[in-house]
């Protein structure tokens, strides 16, 4: 049984025919192939799926693609452009803020939330925007430090 | 700098996982494994893959092409490659999971070679390319493969030099090594490396004794140079397991018990078979699906029907006295073990204060965030596995063993894996995903739920530790006795001068599957003591700090925790209202690790943790900056196992199997971090993956204790987030 939708992910039109209680998570990753949002817990807790949606950020581990019709999606490809990394990216590569890396994406994409609608959040706007993100390898400091350094130019 | 050998090679006892038996047993027929590409039959037994005529086994195509078992090769070519533009491939079956080896290990390798880092590709974790290596844990990266290939590269320098000085007609002793080059002060051009070897293997057999530069010459190691896959990580390029797809992939799925130890009484495969396009199986104790996508696999898997006989079994709530009342003879590679000296009987009798207390510690899960995964495909006669694990060849044995297979035949690779802290040393991932690889004819990726995570996986033991302490008038310990039941033996000594003394750990039943979890039973062991430590010297009067002062005869742990102390104005510190500090100080694997805290417990009895100094010493220091991070990573790690984390079991069954009933630290939970390294050139460098965590859970029942005069002698030390 399937649906059809329509969705922009990273400025490209996809149409997409699948069934519309599949998740975006499931849809990005195994139809359309783009693998740097991640599975984490497939409960809306930890925030490693984290996209946004019309500049917001939402969990797509939870939401059904039908549900994306429409809209226009943003993932961790389309934070570059072309070789020209997002100041988050530049960021958290100056900063070292990774282990594992796994939480990265999801990470990144809640910062880019946050920037969106606050230039340059404080420290506990970070961190209130931050908190549905884990990082299992405790990297925090730094991903703090990094959001902090794309925000105001400098770590505070 | 001294290149001496560790002189203990076994695992840790508790390493509880390595003993398991196979998860699954198959029944497939006898000709299936003997049917090859070629047809006709074969027989199944294999000569050894490094067997040649004539040649010793090591020697073969420079003993690279994929360990025997157990051979550490003596080949410098099994380890290291020059490349006709003088670029160096590394060798090692060490993995990164996240600790930051594969820069570290490049950095030991640039300083000996005279290479940038850039320059130097490693190769890891590949069982067909890589040497022998029995695992990614225990901390041994850094001090045993770190050591390897010091002496690799240093051999490998030899050898360029030697070949410049042929090359040349000089002089040996006057070539130095730089930029990938060769360098004589008479010659105005160099020699690159690539123009040295001309592509050629670099022949030489490693030299144990061969000088190295020594830390405090270092130039490249000692620094902190950025993580290497970073920009791969940042842009979403890396492939973790979990995200390769190979052509005409499927999804697979596992039938899981509803409780542990529960046994299949029938199975109905019918209505997952009738969903097109799904393969479904039923070998042994093995039921899967496979499908091109998740969702369709799902479908197929909730349509099996399956009937069980669960056995009743004991919970959480009988944990602790289930645990002390089933002593077993043998875990792991060893039983009981006890060290003594003197009586401590006659000690307690003789001391001006007494302690007797019982502390105790859950099963907590790794949850690790990217869950297990394998991918699994057969090509011909061999199965090629990619697998995030921390013992790739560990997980080819088992596979090997679970197709009776000879291991040549099983490859196994490791992407850069999403974590692992001990969590990821076993194989059921990689066998399950290559079952049903077979059984569909195509490869088959298997990632685990978080739910499957929290249940399936093996947790940290649960313990129980009973401790006896005595001190005189001056707060100097007489006697000391601490008992470990279930949990395990790492870091169980005092490190203080007791005459009178007694250490045992006592193997125990278990509830629950259970093994290796970073610092193995140090946490346990160092919880019990250092809070143990408090209480003693609360009842003599004396602070804590100057307790341990009183006790301590390791220098490197009193460094620490002066560090520490110094750090955080310890001695000068204020008590705020609703506030409290607490310290402890420890060790393992050749780490030294000192916390400094401070809480407060609002009236709701909410405990806030509101600053946490951390001194940190293992040796000469090879990234500044990673350690820093990797240090960090494990206080916080150790916070959740402080403070929230728990599995809960009722009957079987875990009961809390997901982040939204198990707590794990968020950046909410985190204070300003302030991390002290102490930096010892003069010392071996040791591992840091696992010490920092060891002492931040005392630590912080000592700070409650302050704060509140409560004294908690169970870990979690709250119900999320609340004193109990």
């Known amino acids: 049984m399937t649906d059809r939708a329509r969705v922009r992910v990273n400025g490209v039109e996809r149409e997409l025919a699948v069934a519309g209680d599949r998740t975006l998570l499931d849809i990005l990753r195994n139809e359309l192939r783009l693998t740097g949002t991640k599975y984490g817990c497939g409960e809306a807790q930890c925030g490693a799926c984290t996209v946004l949606i019309d500049g917001k950020p939402i969990r797509s581990c939870v939401r059904s693609i039908s549900t994306c019709d429409g809209r226009s999606i943003t993932t961790v490809e389309g934070l570059a452009k072309g070789e020209r990394l997002h100041p988050l990216q530049d960021a958290f590569i100056a900063e070292g803020a990774m282990q594992c890396g796994y939480c990265t994406a999801g990470m990144l994409m809640s910062a880019a939330g946050l920037l969106e609608r606050n230039r340059d959040p404080d420290e506990d706007a970070i961190v209130k925007a931050m908190r549905g993100n884990i990082c299992r390898c405790g990297t925090y400091p730094r991903i703090v430090r990094a959001i902090r350094r794309a925000a105001g130019g400098n770590p505070r | ?724």
């Open chain 2, 1 to 724: 700098m001294t290149t001496s050998r560790p002189h203990h090679d076994r695992p840790e006892p508790e390493r509880y996982e390595l003993f398991e038996g196979a998860h699954y047993r198959f029944t497939f027929p006898r000709r299936d494994f003997l049917r090859t590409a070629a047809g006709g039959l074969v027989v199944a037994l294999t000569v050894g893959d490094g067997e040649v005529q004539g040649a010793p086994a090591r020697d073969r195509r420079g003993g690279r092409r994929g360990g025997r078992s157990g051979e550490v090769p003596e080949s410098l070519g099994a380890w290291i490659r020059v490349d006709e533009d003088s670029a160096v491939t590394v060798y090692t079956g060490k993995v990164e999971v996240g600790q930051g080896i594969r820069t570290s290990l490049a950095q030991t390798v640039a300083e000996e070679l005279g290479v940038a880092v850039d320059r130097i590709r490693m190769v890891m974790g590949d069982t067909d390319l890589v040497p022998y290596d029995r695992g990614t844990f225990g901390s041994r990266s850094t001090p045993q493969m770190g050591r390897q290939l010091r002496i690799v590269a240093a051999t490998a320098s030899d050898v360029l030099a030697g070949l410049a000085a042929d090359r040349w007609g000089v002089d040996r002793k006057a070539i130095r090594l730089e930029n990938g080059a060769a360098w004589h002060p008479s010659k105005a051009e160099s020699l690159s490396f690539g123009e040295l070897t001309r592509g050629k293997s670099l022949t030489a057999i490693v030299d144990e004794k061969i000088a190295a530069v020594p830390a405090s010459g270092w130039k490249v190691a000692g620094t902190s140079v950025p993580r290497v896959s970073a920009r791969a990580v940042v842009t979403g390029r890396h492939r973790y397991v979990s995200d390769l797809q190979h052509e005409g992939q499927l999804h697979g799925k596992i039938l899981r018990a509803p409780s542990f130890r529960a046994e299949i009484l029938s199975v109905n495969l019918k209505p997952a078979q009738a969903i097109p396009g799904v393969t479904v199986i039923h070998d042994g104790n093995f039921v899967g699906v496979a499908a091109a996508d998740p969702a369709r696999a799902e479908q197929a898997l909730a349509a099996i029907e399956a009937r069980w006989k669960e056995i009743p079994q004991p919970g959480s709530a009988e944990l602790f006295d289930y645990l002390v009342e089933h002593p077993i003879h043998r875990a792991g590679w060893r039983g009981r073990t006890e060290r003594k000296e003197g009586s401590v009987r006659r000690g307690l009798r003789r001391a001006k204060h007494r302690l007797e207390q019982t502390y105790t510690v859950p099963y907590i899960a790794h949850a690790p965030l990217e869950p297990r995964a394998a991918v699994a495909q057969w090509v011909g006669d061999k199965v090629l596995v990619w697998s995030g694990t921390q013992r790739p060849f560990g997980v080819r044995a088992e596979v090997a063993d679970a197709f009776r297979l000879p291991e040549s035949r099983v490859r196994v690779m490791v992407p850069d894996t999403g974590s692992g802290y001990g969590g990821k040393h076993t194989g059921e991932t990689a066998v399950e995903a290559a079952r049903l690889a077979k059984a569909a004819g195509k490869p088959v990726k298997v990632v685990w739920t978080r739910e499957e995570e929290f249940t399936w996986a093996y947790f940290r033991p649960a313990g129980v530790m009973k401790i006896k302490g005595g001190v005189d008038g001056k707060g100097r310990l007489v006697a000391w006795e601490h008992l470990n039941y279930g949990s395990g033996s790492s870091a169980i000594g005092v490190r203080c001068d007791v005459a009178n003394h007694r250490v045992v750990s006592q193997p125990t039943e278990t509830l629950a599957r259970q093994g290796s979890y970073r610092c193995l039973a140090a946490t346990a062991n160092h919880f019990a003591r250092e809070s143990a430590m408090d209480e003693l010297a609360e009842a003599v009067g004396i602070g804590p700090l100057e307790f341990r002062r009183r006790n301590l005869t390791d220098a490197r742990m009193l460094a620490v925790l002066n560090a520490a102390a110094g750090q955080f104005g310890w001695e000068g510190r204020t008590a705020k209202r609703g506030h409290g500090s607490g310290l402890a100080v420890g060790y393992d694997k050749g780490g030294f690790v000192a916390n400094c805290v401070e809480v407060a417990v609002d009236d709701h009895n909410r405990v806030i943790v509101t600053r946490i100094v951390t001194a940190f010493e293992c040796g000469a220091i090879v990234n500044p900056d990673n350690l820093t991070n990797q240090v960090e990573g494990s206080v916080i790690m150790g916070l959740g196992g402080a403070l929230f984390e728990e599995i809960r079991l009722a009957n079987g069954r875990v009961e809390n199997p997901s982040f939204s009933g198990y707590r794990v630290p968020r950046l909410t939970d985190i204070p300003p971090l302030e991390t002290v390294r102490l930096d010892r050139k003069d010392l071996p460098s040791a591992g840091a993956g696992e010490a920092p965590i060891v002492v931040i859970a005392p630590a912080l029942a000592n700070a409650i204790c302050a704060a509140t005069g409560q004294r908690i002698r169970s870990m979690p030390l709250t119900r999320d987030g609340e004193l109990m």
